[in-house]
Every structure is written in structure tokens, then in C-alpha cells.
């Protein structure tokens, strides 16, 4: 148990927490969330003892067991799968008394010594590193590679898997899935869900939050308030506690307007039934938090595109990859691409760190060279280019107000000011350095600098690495709202399952369409291997059964498909019919608990009117579910 007594934390002379009273119970996975320089990262400092409290009591169990990232990795000669089992201090120590007694041939030194290996597990300890290494996305290959060998960001993912080895009761996280894959962290989601201990996470990836967490704290205006439930728990009561306080209740209405529309229009899109059930699943998942999004510092919109070709972009039997240096082979990333870009696609790659995704967004973009077949671009095509490296390129010393002016250099002062404004660096902060930005802050000013050339295809290339929750909502609105192509590769899934209608899959050096939604993704990772291939083995074999069908038998057959599809269709209709209604009924309602009156009537109309809003949503949910079901069905 972790307790907070009118705890108080100062960084220099601004105050980020104060009079915080709150007891984090062992077990607990505790999501910490809150806006950028909330004192999320100072108040882990405090737990681990690297800071004191200004003011109040922290108070934890004595011998504690605490692991946390470290933030550095020491340039090693050490292997890889060494430096992870480093992890387990004690174990280390044991194994390097072991080797110490058995170089003295001290007989008594090395029994006790091996005792207390074993009493740690520690025989099955590399298999243990092996095990967290992989799930990481480290090749078996490079379990030997010295650490000083590998780049930064697999050196965090070396500082990851190292804390994930050490025996501990509290295990501190602080962005986690930065620098991560999906695959990996769909791997950590599962690991993490497994601890025995108690988890403090700080993550901006509110997918992750939603598969791991079971408790929330949230960091504002200097306090700290403690919910139950995961982020997306977590949005709807705070919101349910704005509205009490009635506030902004007009704009609430238009916020939820605006978010129903995207519900229906996705909702029409019958040629990809499956990606829309997504995300008219996310977008539901939203409904009800709207005073919370409002509550946003602020939004911002791409431009509409001067022009908008209907054939953007297309790569024909193409290999993507990088020319050899000083006239060696070339190396082949991806083989035979095809791939054609239309106006208004959107679409997410999906496939393990080092497949070819950047590989693949570079080859769109024109900046590698294919190695064989063909790139055509439409002459009016414009790409706003969102790469991993962008954010380190702005120019040390200049201001957003000097990067936009290159840009743009006859345009007037004002009009740059007022654009920037909107991209929240108003006032003073456009003639600031970007010396002192945050890493979310430059990666609004690389968007910014995107959006003012009004691309129409936008190629973005994890965007999401250094926002903040509220920053990567109001990207996903601005997305949503974008009228042009987009190609993204991202971790998040909150932000590919609202913007892409259709996704690629980059693995084994092929890039193809994904027939399938980011839970049929996480279901194909988990089945890859043997048993996929067994499976696909057995469903070509058996195909061609069918041709031994009699004609009798195909008439048969077809006249039994025209009486289901007519059956079909006559149900699609009466749930078309059952929809509407239901959704009439859920306005009313939604009209009623916005109403600030309610609150001050009785209880128990309150509650009816709630769990009959629970039981209209859910009968809207199933019969939407076997809506599409049957849509599918008829188009097949």
C-alpha cells in the first residue's frame, strides 16, 4: 500500500502537485495520466526517492521491491541477453559469487552460492531474458549483439525488458510504448495484465491504458483525483462530473452532434462492413465523454486540398529497398508492390518493427528510389510528409514564427501569426526558441508546417510518438475531418481505428491488403506461424471438392441462396426500421440527461432514465452487429 498525506511537489518555483491525499492499493495497475508538465514524470521521482516533497508525507512499505526503466543505457560490450538478466540485482549477485568461489575452488562458497540460485529460479533465468527479448521484437540473432551495437531505440527497449526481469512489487513505467511496435505492445498489454504486483503507467496511448489498467489517476491543475476503471471509464466519469456542473452545455450539444455525424457516416459505408463496425465501435466508445473533449486546450483542421486527383499515387510490381553503398548489392526490403492510391483513402500499415513500413511510406513519398518496377505520380499531387526523424529536424535557435516564414517568406507577418495561433503557439510562444519546446510541442509545429502547404495526401509516419492524449484526439478529429488521401503507420490504435477505412499488412517482405479490422490484426499475430499455414494448406486442398458438384446440385444450391437472400434482405429492412426508432428514443433521453433540471428531481427517475438509455444502446449495438453480419452476407 502507497499513501499520499497533503503531499506537495514544487519544480523550481512553479507548484505541480499540492495537498494530495490519496492510497494506492497493492495490486492495483494505475494508470497516471494529465497533460503534459503535470508533474507526472516529478511525482514517479518521488516514489523511487529521487526527489523530496515540498510539503506532506509519501509513505511506502519498507523493503520494497521497486523496477522502472532507466533512462540511459551505458554504451556496453556486454550481450544483450546479459544486460537484460542484470535486471535481477540479487540473482547477478549470486551468479558472480558462483564464478567468484568456483575461481578460488572454494567448495562451501560455490554450494551456498548455487542454493541461492536456485532458491531465485536462476537456472531458468536466460530463458526468462530470451523470452522478454522476443516479445520485444529482438531477433534470436541479436540476443548476443554487445548493447553498444544496437541504436537508441532498441536501447529502450533493452531498458524495458531489463525492468520487466527484475523481481518486484511496484513496477514504474513512463511511456512505455514509445518506440515500440504494435506487435510489441500488444505483447507488453499481455505480459503487464499478468503481474502479480502493483503497476504505476504513465502512457498517452489510451488503447493501452484501456487493455491494462484497472484503476486511474488523474493530474490536474495541481491535484490529484483517483477513479476506478480503465481511460475510456475514466473520460465518462469525469464528463459526467463536468456536466453536473453544467458546464459548457450548448457547445456539449454541438460537440455530440459532431460526433454522431461521424457515427453515421461511417455507419453508411457498406463496402468495408467490417473496418466500419470498428470504428462505429470506437467512435461509440466516446459517446457520452464529449464535455471532456471540449475541455481540450484546443483543435485545429488540415486545409481542404486546392485540388484532389481521383488516381494519387501507384507503385507497380515494384521492390522497395536501399541501393547498395560503394557499389555492393542492394538491399530488398519489399518485393512485387502493388499498390494504387485513390482520392479520400485511408489507409493504416500495419506489420512488425523492420518489415518495411517506413520502407514503404519512403518509396511513396519519393524519397527512395525504387529498385525495380515503377512509381507514377498524378501531376497535381501534393504529400504532407510525417516521418519518425521529423520532430529532431527543426532547426535548433529558430521559432515557429522563423520556420514558417521560410516557408512562406512573401506572406504577411499577421497572417502567419494568426495560422500559428490556431495551431496554439499564439502570443509570444511563435517567437520562441524550439530549444525549449517539449518533444509533443515540435511535433505540433512539424503538423503545423504540414498542414499550411494543404497537402492532399498526407503520409505520416508515427506521428503520435511525442503527444499527449488531448493532442493526439484533436489529430484524430483533424484526420477524420480531412478531405484528402492518408497513408499512417502508428502504435496507436485509438488513432488508426478512427481514421483508416482499410489497412496493409508489411510482414515477410510482402505488403498487401488486410482483410480484416485491428482485432482480426492482433488475432492473425497470435495465430502466425504453423498452425496459420497448416490451416491455409488444408482450406486450398480442399477447394477443388467443388468442382465435382453435379449441375442439378448448383441449381439446387443457387435457388436455396435466393431464398436466404431475400429472408435477408426482409430482416436488414425490419432492423433498419427498429434502428430508427430506437435511436429516436435515445435523442429524447440524451435531451432529458442533459438537462441540468434532472439532477435536482428525483433519484429514481434519474436511474430509469439511465438504465433505460443502457438498454436502448445495447439492443442498438446487437442489432448493428447482425445488421452488418447480413450485409456482408447479401454482398457475397
Not at 503507420?489 to 479490422?517: I, M, N, P, Q, Y
Not at 445488421?627 to 452476407?633: A, D, G, P, V
Request: charge should be negative; proline fraction near 3%.
Amino acid at each position: 500500500m502507497i499513501s499520499f498525506r497533503h503531499f506537495a511537489l514544487r519544480r523550481g518555483s512553479r507548484l505541480l502537485l499540492s495537498d494530495v491525499d490519496l492510497v494506492i492499493q497493492s495490486g492495483w495497475r494505475l494508470g497516471v495520466i494529465g497533460r503534459n508538465g503535470c508533474g507526472k514524470s516529478s511525482l514517479f521521482a518521488a516514489l523511487q526517492g529521487h526527489v523530496e516533497a515540498d510539503a506532506g508525507d509519501l509513505e511506502l512499505p519498507s523493503k520494497l521491491r521497486m523496477a522502472s526503466v532507466a533512462q540511459e543505457t551505458p554504451s556496453l560490450p556486454d550481450p544483450a541477453i546479459e544486460y537484460v538478466m542484470g535486471g535481477d540485482q540479487e540473482l547477478s549477485l549470486a551468479l558472480r559469487d558462483e564464478l567468484d568461489a568456483q575461481a578460488r575452488g572454494d567448495t562451501e562458497a560455490m554450494a551456498m552460492a548455487h542454493h541461492r540460485i536456485e532458491e531465485l529460479n536462476g537456472y531458468d533465468a536466460r530463458a526468462r531474458a530470451g523470452r522478454l527479448l522476443h516479445g520485444l521484437g529482438f531477433a534470436p540473432e541479436t540476443h548476443e549483439t554487445p548493447v553498444k551495437e544496437f541504436s537508441g531505440g532498441w536501447r529502450v527497449r533493452l531498458n524495458l525488458a531489463r525492468a520487466l526481469m527484475a523481481p518486484s512489487e511496484l513496477l514504474l513505467l513512463d511511456e512505455p510504448t514509445n518506440h515500440l511496435d504494435l506487435d510489441a505492445v500488444l505483447w507488453l498489454e499481455e505480459w503487464l495484465r499478468r503481474y502479480q504486483g502493483t503497476l504505476l503507467v504513465i502512457s498517452h496511448d489510451r488503447e493501452f491504458l484501456d487493455g491494462v489498467i484497472t484503476h486511474t489517476l488523474h493530474l490536474n491543475d495541481g491535484g490529484a483525483k483517483l477513479y476506478t476503471g480503465n481511460y475510456s471509464a475514466f473520460e465518462r466519469l469525469r464528463a459526467e462530473q463536468l456536466r453536473q456542473q453544467q458546464i459548457a452545455h450548448e457547445r456539449e450539444q454541438a460537440e455530440r452532434a459532431h460526433l454522431q455525424s461521424f457515427v453515421d457516416r461511417f455507419k453508411a459505408k457498406a463496402s468495408k462492413a467490417k473496418q466500419a463496425q470498428s470504428r462505429v465501435k470506437r467512435l461509440e466508445k466516446l459517446a457520452g465523454t464529449e464535455a471532456v473533449r471540449l475541455e481540450r486546450p484546443f483543435r485545429f483542421t488540415f486545409a481542404v486540398p486546392d485540388r484532389l486527383p481521383d488516381s494519387m499515387l501507384q507503385l507497380e510490381e515494384l521492390a522497395a529497398g536501399y541501393p547498395g553503398e560503394h557499389g555492393g548489392a542492394a538491399a530488398t526490403i519489399l518485393h512485387d508492390v502493388r499498390f494504387r492510391l485513390e482520392a479520400g483513402e485511408r489507409i493504416g500499415l500495419l506489420g512488425p518493427n523492420g518489415a518495411g513500413k517506413s520502407t514503404l511510406v519512403k518509396t511513396l513519398v519519393g524519397e527512395l528510389a525504387p529498385l525495380s518496377g515503377e512509381r507514377k505520380a498524378h501531376k497535381d499531387l501534393k504529400i504532407g510528409y510525417f516521418a519518425q526523424h521529423t520532430v529532431e529536424s527543426l532547426r535548433e535557435g529558430a521559432s515557429p514564427f522563423d520556420h514558417l516564414q521560410d516557408k512562406a517568406p512573401g506572406v504577411g507577418a499577421q497572417a502567419l501569426r494568426d495560422f500559428l495561433g490556431n495551431w496554439n503557439f499564439a502570443g509570444d510562444r511563435a517567437f520562441e526558441s524550439v530549444d525549449g519546446f517539449s518533444g509533443g510541442e515540435r511535433a505540433r509545429l512539424a503538423l503545423a508546417l504540414i498542414a499550411w502547404d494543404k497537402p492532399n495526401l498526407l503520409l505520416l509516419d508515427e506521428p503520435t510518438n511525442h503527444l499527449d492524449l488531448d493532442m493526439r484526439e484533436a489529430l484524430a478529429d483533424a484526420l477524420a475531418e480531412f478531405d484528402g488521401a492518408l497513408v499512417l503507420v502508428s502504435h496507436d490504435r485509438h488513432l488508426l481505428g478512427l481514421v483508416c477505412d482499410s489497412f496493409w499488412r508489411v510482414a515477410d517482405g510482402v505488403a498487401e491488403g488486410f482483410d480484416g479490422d485491428l482485432d482480426d490484426y492482433a488475432r492473425w499475430l497470435r495465430s502466425r506461424g504453423a498452425t496459420n499455414k497448416k490451416a491455409n494448406k488444408e482450406v486450398a486442398e480442399a477447394k477443388p471438392e467443388q468442382s465435382n458438384e453435379s449441375a442439378q446440385d448448383r441449381r439446387r444450391r443457387a435457388a436455396a441462396q435466393r431464398e436466404e437472400g431475400k429472408a435477408a434482405r426482409q430482416r436488414v429492412k425490419k432492423i433498419e426500421t427498429r434502428v430508427a426508432t430506437i435511436e429516436g428514443e435515445l435523442g429524447q433521453l440524451e435531451t432529458k440527461l442533459a438537462d441540468p433540471a434532472t439532477y435536482n428531481g428525483s433519484t429514481a427517475e434519474m436511474m430509469r432514465l439511465g438504465q433505460r438509455q443502457t438498454e436502448l444502446r445495447k439492443e442498438k449495438e446487437t442489432l448493428e452487429a447482425e445488421w452488418l453480419e447480413l450485409y456482408e452476407q447479401l454482398e457475397a
